[in-house]
């Protein structure tokens, strides 16, 4: 029985192995193929690795703001799910995300947006097997925190790196 | 055909043409990819005027080249090569990312380039929409300031060309620094910060084009495979024997600056001087409190050895690169008597910085400062420069020197065996016998004398990639480089094949992404010879500036032949009567005659009849 589940995420602790990737697109395409995966692991800066998807905003933006009724929300696990064959491809739900994490897919032409796997996240499978924990799936409570995480990788890394490189490499980057 | 795409880029930079090349299934089968294709590519094309080609010059090809296995395999690497301006033979020399991935899901099992720009160029491939771009206000600058204008600069291309498809990822990126632009010949070709292909030189031969950078976003997926359940069920076999080597995955390689010396006493230690030390400042808890990241790693690795480094405070602050892994440490560490490792993250950082080789410019360094230490080379030669042992802003100084050719570093720049030539004639005084070289390619940090670490006596003289730690001759053969170059034409990593279970799930991997059945009897009987074969014909046939005699140069340095006098091992040395009997006995095992030409009889057992004419007369002039 899928349960309200989060998959929280430790960005310092991703070793840019996208085996998320690799996972996910093997799950939801069959095949492996980066730009099809429902996670992507952004890379701006090498050594600054940012695994970028869907945070479930508690008032789901993206939702609202469809205006073919193609995203829904599963009340089972909180996941956006996209009917493929509603989506026509607008990208407006990219620009009402807070992380601009919708992208539209590379060949079929609809939004690509994270479904939990139904409840049962084959990426952070993939992340804890290898012990990096960059994903972990927790049990979901609240609310809005989680729009806290939809941010871009723009922004993600930009903290990452004064964290990382320190406030004055940062700068030069 | 299945785990490629089908299809080679041929960039010629010279008129700017863009042409897609196809490869014939009965090619790909014998050759696969990588190492072993760019090979088969190189004598098609060079073979027959060999000798006449200048590695520099505009008919060297530069060849970036994945395998089927590229993307499928944990750890999957791409291999670079074309004759070497180190070895003028040819070197398979590889680097791991997501660049590799990335040329795939463009569609191209890789790029062949040809010609030479009018003006600083690079190459921004997004799928089949392909472009040369100016790379003018690049052209000059370091790592990163390369990497993060060209990145950000293609992100706005994509974002233009390709409106409301949502955030673009970063293309990958392949690129040089200052030191490939200035044609030194330790240069590498990098990705990221410190993925370095550093062994061939390739980073001169991309200076050489006037190419600056390859940067390239993929959208569509990896090719289809043979058989796709069978392809993930044996990689997971690979992934899994690496996630269980725990300690290996902690440390990466930086656990060796301390253990090879203290342990094995097989680490150069200034200039190969000793090879012993039981300094515990070099240990790799130390090197830990460094590590901003514990494991960092490239698309697909299960076992992320690197680790991100960074110095955040002190003199030298702003220093990032990985671990420094264990030849880092070693050449740019034990090699120039620095045993501190804050000093030696920053000489990396900086070798990075410039776009060297760490092992080739460590070797370098030394070779200089041995000569310092002996008078032979004077302050005044160094441009003022006090070089001495531990002194790492005095080895930084002298780098800089190299990278922009100035004083003494543009003697330097042409790497440790021809820099010992010219100063050799220079100052009247042999000074060959201080370079720790093998066919002109600086040799790895991993020493014979003490009999305790892999390489042995035949390893690097009889390596058709000269130094190559990665790619030795070893008997029985099948232990030594012919393994290696199926690693480097599958394309992968080594690092992830150290399980036996792995190295068996290898074969059957290979099988269930190609659909053909490789077995271990026709790889190292008949493919990996053709390919050996060929890169020891290329060696022997060198170039216009200089050429490897098998009776002189299939020999050890002489550093070798003098005794260790210090540690557990002190006094060892190796023997120059065992030193022939060994190569004798490795030129037989491969099938080359007594003169280390490979055999007519072999060569035509293989098909390489090209191969046998041209050696004709290379063995008329060596009997």
Redesign the interface.
Known sequence: MPSLIWIYRNY??C?????CE?AC??SH????????SRI?V??????IEVP?LCAQCHDYPCVDTCPVKALSVNKETGAVIVDREKCI???RC?DACPG?V???H??DNYAVICDLCNGDPKCVKACN????NALQIVRRFGGYNFKLYAK??EVITRELAK????E??AE?? | MRGYTGKILEVDLSSGNIKEVKISEDVLRQYIGGRGLGVKILWDRLGSRWEEIDPLGPENLLIVLTGPLT??VPGGRICISGKSPQSNGIVGSTFAG?FP?DLK?AGYDGIIFTGVAEKPTYLLIKDSDIELRDASHVWGKGA?ET??TL?KEAREVFGRRYR????W??PSMMYIGPAGEKLCRAAAVTS??AHAAGYGGYGAVMGSKRLKAVLV??????P?VYD?NKT?EYAEKIAKAS?ANDLF?RWGTASGGYRFGVETSSEPIMNWQEEWHNEESFGVDKFELFW??R????????T?CLK?A?I??GPF??A?TDNPDYENQAYLGTNLGIFQPDANIYLTSLIDELGFCGIQAGNLLAFAAELYQRGILTREDLGGIDLRWGDSEAFAALIKMVAERRGIGDILAEGTYRAALKISSMKGIDVMKYAVTAKGIAIGAHGIRSGRDYPHYVSYPCSVQGGDHTSVAQMPVEHGELMTILHDSAVLCTFNFFSPIAREALWGLLGAVTGWNITPEEWFNIMARRILHIQRATLLLGGPDLRWSPEIHDDLPQRWYEPLTKGPYSGRAADRTRMKEYVKEYYRSVGWDENGIPSSDELKRLGLEDVDKKLEQLRRTLS
Not at chain 1, 15 to 19: F, I, L, V, Y
Not at chain 1, 29 to 36: L, T
Not at chain 2, 295 to 302: E, L, N, R, T
């Open positions: 310092q602790n070793s840019g192995c996208r085996r690799i697109s093997l395409e069959g095949k492996i193929w980066p730009e099809a992507r952004f890379m701006l800066v090498p050594g970028h491809a607008c990208g990219i601009k919708p992208y539209i590379p060949r097997e290898g012990g990096w871009t990788p964290r990382f490189y320190g004055e490499i030069e980057i | 993307g499928f997501e991935v899901c990163k990497v993060l990145v409301g498809r949502g955030l990822k970063e990221k910060w976003k993929g959208t569509g997926p990896l289809d796709m993930i996630l995955r901003v990241k494991y960092w790693g490239d698309f697909g690795c299960a992320t991100l960074v955040n405070s602050k702003g990032i």
